[in-house]
């Protein structure tokens, strides 16, 4: 699941550049048991399949004999929204664990004894964590230094500065009668400063009016 997404476009150039290392861990590897089941029925109740603790915490444990975590983050949809506050502190740490859950979620013995953060990347159910781990990981290291060029700037992303991106256009200046705005093409930097921010902040109060009540954002 995850071979095809790391080695493509932003994140592939991240490894190739060492700006970044990303190594995946099946935790089917670490069963203790012959048939490597990793997985058990809930104790108590018919909830359905239970991820064991004993593989995951021989993982983490070897892990952490390996080098010192500053997070180690279950997805589980129970978690904090993920956001882009959450992709810009994530972006300045040195190493993380992403644990993915299958199943009806892990032992809560390993919650409450190795994970420091419970990450959800919105109110549905996935059936396991390994998409939230991929999206997150590509949220994070396209904001580590040098990993986008110049031209494809983290800092003018869509929320970076709490507000929606604005238009952008480019070459034709006119497709069949389809215009692109004079102001942009008019030189003027100031000006056309002054009307993407008007542009980005009437997107956001048109797409996403709670955006702007957030913080009393500095900006308005
Ligand atoms: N695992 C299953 N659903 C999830 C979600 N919404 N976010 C993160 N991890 C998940």
Redesign the pocket.
Same mark, same amino acid.
């Given at each position: 699941m995850f071979e095809g997404i790391f080695s493509y476009s932003i994140l592939k150039r991240a490894v190739d550049k060492g700006l970044v290392e990303i190594h995946l861990h099946n935790i089917r590897d670490y069963a203790a048991n012959k048939h490597r089941r990793v997985d058990d029925y809930a104790f108590g109740h018919g909830a359905g399949m239970v991820m064991m603790i004993q593989p995951i915490a021989d993982l983490i444990e070897k892990l952490r004999k390996e080098r010192s975590y500053d997070e180690v983050i $279950?997805? %589980?949809?129970d978690?904090e929204i993920?956001g882009q506050p959450a992709a810009n502190r994530l972006s300045t740490l040195q190493n993380i664990i992403l644990l993915?859950?299958?199943y009806k979620g892990i032992d809560e013995r390993i919650r409450e004894h190795y994970i420091t953060m419970e !990450? %959800?990347?919105?109110? $549905? !159910?996935? %059936?396991?964590?390994e998409?939230?781990?991929a999206l997150i990981t590509d949220s994070v290291v396209r904001l580590i230094p040098g990993v986008l060029g110049d031209e494809t700037s983290a800092l003018s992303d869509s929320f970076q500065d709490g507000l929606l991106s604005p238009p952008v256009y480019t070459r034709p200046a006119d497709y069949n009668g389809w215009k692109v705005p004079e102001i942009l093409l008019s030189g003027d930097e100031k000006k056309i400063n002054e009307w993407l921010m008007e542009k980005a902040i009437e997107r956001t109060r048109q797409r996403r009016p709670e955006m702007l009540q957030e913080n009393d954002n500095p900006l308005l």
């Open positions: $279950y997805l %589980s949809p978690g993920f993915c859950g299958h !990450v %959800s990347i919105g109110d $549905y !159910v996935l %059936s396991g964590g998409l939230a781990a």
